[in-house]
């Protein structure tokens, strides 16, 4: 009785036949590599269950690039006032720090530390 070949390939360390899907051989236990239309594409990755964080596989970013120096710079002049969140695009913290004087300052001097932190330039996740 044998099989399609395209639900079942041969197990290269005993050579029984073994379901196309299985990544490891009944008889044995040795582990088979995967076929190649089984193996997914380099850079292929998209994201079905939210298309709004598929990202660039090449750079890993998420939108449009933010200088760590000008962020920076907005938080350590204007920081109580929330001028670099507004400078990321996050107005609702913006807003925050605007009428909190910067979380009570303790916020501010947080930020300064994450943003001296990131790399240049780097990106928001889920803009």
Same mark, same amino acid.
């Given at each position: 009785m044998t099989q399609n070949s395209r639900t079942t390939k041969v197990c290269e360390y005993c050579g029984t036949q073994i379901p *196309?899907? *299985?990544a490891v051989c009944p008889s044995c236990g040795g582990i088979v590599e995967a076929s190649e239309e089984e193996q997914p594409r380099v850079g292929a990755y998209t994201n079905t269950v939210n298309p709004d964080l %598929?990202? %660039?596989? *090449?750079t890993g970013s998420y939108g449009r690039p933010f200088n760590k120096w000008v962020a920076f710079f @907005?938080? @350590?002049f204007l920081g109580c006032f929330g001028a670099h969140k507004f400078y990321?695009?996050?107005?609702g913290m913006g807003v925050l720090y605007l009428f909190t004087a910067g979380l009570f300052i303790i916020g501010w001097l947080v930020? @300064?530390?994450?943003? @001296?932190?990131?790399?240049n330039p780097y990106y928001i996740a889920g803009r």
């Open positions: *196309a899907q *299985a %598929n990202t %660039n596989s *090449a @907005l938080c @350590l990321e695009g996050k107005t930020d @300064l530390i994450r943003i @001296l932190t990131k790399p």
